[in-house]
């Protein structure tokens, strides 16, 4: 690792891309902003805990990171294609996670954002494509931790991790919302193209699933296995992240399981009121042939017919006719048919 | 912990929201009630089993929770927000438990109440925003197990614990009343409005799902872990309890499988009933269709029509409009259409 | 345990609910039946085995067993309130367990019958409230096991629990049948009245499973841990059993499936036949609308209409709608409409 | 046991039914066939391999297996009772093992036929009340495998299991081939019957599949526990069969799968073309409709009705019916509802 | 193994069926092509690395290799007869493996070329019938890796297997394509023929789910137990590869929930259509059949009818006929029924 001139014009490229927060644990002080090529020195010194964020990374940057941080080529190759699932990899002197966080956009679309983390005993290092809020809310929180800034990177992996996890939460309640309003949509009033909200929001707790379920694996292997990264005292934080996994991944099945029922619950009132519109319509005609039928022989053209010949024929024929009609309404909407 | 002057305003105005009862193990005494600051004071003598229940919290009363009793700011903040799942979580020097009471309203709708208990050695406290009937029922029963008072908190855990468990079978039996009615609503009097019963039934048991399965998880964790907290003696009666949270989960299940079933029912019944309707409605216009086309053709204006000219030609017609109506009833009646 | 005094009439009495039989180890010799009140002195005696059966207990029977055989205030409890699921619970001194009964009536109907067990190393009280077969199966046939009579309880509680599990599989032959009946009724002579089996054949399953797949668990209870009870030589017997519960659900496995399939075919059966016959109705009403329409335009008043004046006119329009009749009629039949 | 007295009648009687080989392992030479009562002192060599195979046994059958190999009552109970399910179970000295042997027979139907093995460290013993290829199979194959004669019963029960798994698999080929004609009765040439079809092949996938899901633990069993009768040689072709017995398992999952669509797939195309001939059908009717309804105006009895006196009226109402009737048609057929 | 005299002719004809590379770990450099008689000897040589492929391997192609290699006959009668699962077996002295490349033809037809391997220390041997990319990747990238060549077959191992597992994804990448295709032809532009193409993709994600999923217990296999075929180094690659699978078949799970919804849509929105059709054309003929009645009533022949003197009776009654088709029609539009 070389000694880089320091060169302001430099720094302020890099600015837009990479900003490098450092934590000195025993003053518990930030330093100043450093610039890419002095990451390593800072990663040096054992009381210095350093983060990296790296947005919408060039094959240069990767390049940095991996000199840098001497990461491992299979962990730079699978951050740089991005489009992994959510995991956690074991690499010698580090972690590699990623992690989904959700967006909701203004047309309840669900956008899910890659976060990949490199995380060490005193650094991490995020990077990622599009903006995540989690990363604003952990560095506006980090400098209110600092009486446990002793716990290192672990500390910081939290604030970070719990801020995706929480944002989970309010997308699966909007998703509910969306669905109640469903079932009015069906008990209420019917309408036939709920089906393509139904599918849009099984589409999107399939995404949600993808996301958090193997989310449950990354934190058993953090909390399982002996994790010289975390403190003890970090670790009941974990805990509690991992509680809220949980939580979010038993709303999901909850939600896919009362979307089910929606599904049925649309396809049998859809069908009851086809059904009714049928048995409906049918009746109707069934009354109108009748009629049809008395016209029809008061069309005949027999010789003797007495009923032609009578002067008021023509207003009996009609009133039977009205008779009949009103006749057969009344049974038809008396057996429900109607 | 400073030691608070004794003022009975205060006491008066406590009373309402947080209530302490003090048992002395050794005399087998409960001692007088006593006030939120002096909790800590009563905590720390090991003769003394307390029971503070907080109902309807403030802020306020989180803070004064924290201060007495120390608990970890990650289980108050549980606490306070709510809305967790049921769990049981350890923090150091104790035990923090969400369970939720099932209660049936008059109209059938089902209502879950949290209650957040933190369970300690010697101390438990119970947290809840709205009324809970089983805290009634242990506030009844603990004084009637004074022979067993050596046994501490645990006790007092299980009498709380088995009468909110106890609670949910009613409420089972009371859907499975439901459903029975749903079962002669289907194959005796047949109503299409079934379809939003089975759907309400169905998230019903989705709910008491939801918070009956991960019981089964905290009492694992309770009974399989070397357990400081509970007597041995103690533990044949969770056990008990264990026992009761499986029945409720398998009658859940049974009940859900049920469901399925009468849903299945539901569909085939109605599309039976569907399938006759059409089938009458059709065979009827076909009767009417017939005896139309011999009107119709006596209505045609040939000039030779023997029939036309015949004395009883407009009986004739009429007796063969009644015969054919007559026969085709009688044939579609046989094979079942009509 | 006071001794009491021999009181013939109270033997009477008791012989309606309670016998006991006790069985001499060492002389594998019968002695004869002891009153409620000696049991405990025979459970002292470590060479007699007892086996004390209650039917229809009363809340006396409940103290009387309490008091002789010591047992817990749980398992009575759970015995006398009924309505458990099946399950094996380890109690100080001996094992409680419940099972059921399965009997199918004339109509066809499934009684599950309780019985509870109180298993211990001398003695085995069954308790009951309706007449269970396997007790009077166990009562014939430990007679003829004298040779085998050291194993004490054991031997005695394979009896019992072989002769319940053996009376599963012709209930589940009952129904298997039931449902090839089913089978014929949905491809050769189609009844809508089937759904109404299939919902009661899936109902017995439903709780036949839930009577039987717990009872896996009750076995691997027996045979896993270290069982002081059962000697070496009474584990093959049990595994025999276990094998046969096994069978029985696997069984009961099975015929949901075939279950779940005859309600596929039932629905697909049905709906094929409902779409033959309205097809069939609306390919009628197709051909008479079509010589309606013949008849129609022979009705109308043109002045001009030579076949009006053709002395064969009224011939010629009848043979045309024969023909135009018959010729649909074919063509109809030829694409499968009719 | 009594040494008989060697009696040709008495071989003969019995060569219908029992038949013994056995072969000298440090000779490598088979031992001409024995008669029944002279297989325990066989069983007693240890340089010898015994297999006794009994088809279609009779009671007495039964006692000799019983007396001559010292087997235990619950196996013979087993065997003799047949309608096991495939298992393996320990007995003293001897494993008791059931399988299947699947048969297709001309018209493709799936019969399953019992064997029961008793399989000890020098003896094997087949019992099956019909015939079983493998038996011949095994009995043809062992000759020649008489450079590995040292591994005793294992290899040969290795022939006569691999000869039954391998006979799984054109059983499940030819399903497969069924369900292929099934796809084209559906998507090609639509039969309604193909229903039945679908039926009776889920049958014998259910009956398949509990016939070899079982055979899994049977050979986990036989593989995973430390095995005295097998030679460690003999494992890798266990092994080989367990990997078969995994793969049939494999295809009957997936042949269930693909029915499963297949199902739907018959039900969706079943539907459409319903829906297909009911909107041909009530577009045929609407034309025929429009149709009659010019004919009707034109039979009104109007005084003033200027077409009726035109001397082409006649000509000019049908040329309007031709051509409403095309009109309609082609409108119709552009919507895709002809 | 005998040593052959050298013969160009020979290797001509080899080299088209069967190629060996040779590598020396020590000198890192590759050494010339050899003959099939030569294998044997270059594996005896510890240093050298061997790649023997056999593509489309005759009868005796596989007596070479068992002779030159001494795999067991096992191996070799499975990898002769193919049709394998993907699976993991050991064998002494090394690894059998089978596993399928995905080929997508210019038909989205799924093809799935079975490739064996044969994994040994210092050697390993690829047997397929049909030409395998991967093959050609692995023989490009070989020379590319040569500074880590002293890592032996482990590394040869992952760069093939790498290469099979990489070309999955763009074949399911592919198929989610054709499910946003369908998802259109079903929301915008309904076509019934989607249910074909329904049926096919399920098909094609059974085939992939069938041959990723065992892949999975493949490298569980390879990463869990001790290996001493694969470096340590090694392992971090193959847990690259596994993650990777894990992402294929977690991938096939998401397309086949979303392919379920598909069907689900498709379903629902043929019913929808379907009875829009049905509604639409039976409101046309209500319509149709309400003005024929009027035009039924003036053609009856009373003698008193007063609208037929009329001089504008024929006006009035066509304009009559439009207002109620008009009326009605209207009517219909708004209750959404035409």
């Given at each position: ?59 240069q940057d990767f390049l940095d990171l991996a000199e840098e941080f001497g990461f491992h080529p ?253 006749s057969l309404t009344v049974f038809l909407k008396k057996v429900k048919w109607l």
């Open positions: 690792m070389q000694v880089h001139k320091f060169d302001i014009r430099d720094v302020k490229v890099e600015l837009r891309m990479i900003r490098t927060m450092c934590l000195d644990r025993a003053t518990k002080q930030f330093l100043p902003e450093c610039s890419v090529a002095a990451i390593s020195d800072m990663v040096a010194r054992p009381e210095v805990v350093v983060w990296t964020d790296v947005s919408d990374p060039t094959s299979l962990s730079i190759e699978d951050c740089q294609h991005g489009h992994q699932r959510p995991k956690i990899e074991e690499f010698p002197g580090y972690y590699f996670i990623v992690m989904y966080e959700a967006h909701l956009n203004a047309e309840q679309d669900l956008e899910l954002r890659e976060l990949s983390v490199f995380l060490g005993k005193d650094f991490l290092v995020t990077v990622h494509a599009k903006p995540i809020n989690a990363i604003d809310t952990a560095r506006r929180l980090w400098p209110k931790w600092l009486d446990r800034a002793k716990e290192g990177s672990g500390l910081l992996a939290y604030l970070l991790i719990d801020a995706i996890v929480d944002d989970y939460m309010p997308v699966l309640d909007s998703v509910s919302e969306t669905m109640d309003d469903l079932e009015d949509q069906i008990f209420e009033v019917f309408k036939p193209e709920s089906i393509e909200n139904i599918f849009y929001i099984k589409k999107q707790l399939l995404q949600m699933r993808r996301m958090v379920t193997p989310l449950r694996d990354v934190f058993n292997t953090m909390l399982r296995r002996e994790q010289p990264i975390f403190a003890r005292e970090t670790h009941i934080y974990f805990h509690d992240v991992f509680d809220h996994v949980i939580r979010v991944a038993d709303t999901i099945d909850t939600l896919r399981d009362m979307l089910a029922s929606i599904m049925d619950a649309y396809l049998s009132v859809s069908n009851n009121r086809m059904s009714m519109v049928m048995k409906r319509l049918t009746s109707i005609s069934t009354i109108l042939m009748s009629v049809t039928l008395i016209a029809g022989i008061y069309g005949m053209n027999f010789d003797v017919m007495p009923e032609l010949r009578w002067p008021f024929g023509y207003a009996y024929v009609l009133g039977l006719i009205l008779l009949v009609a009103a």
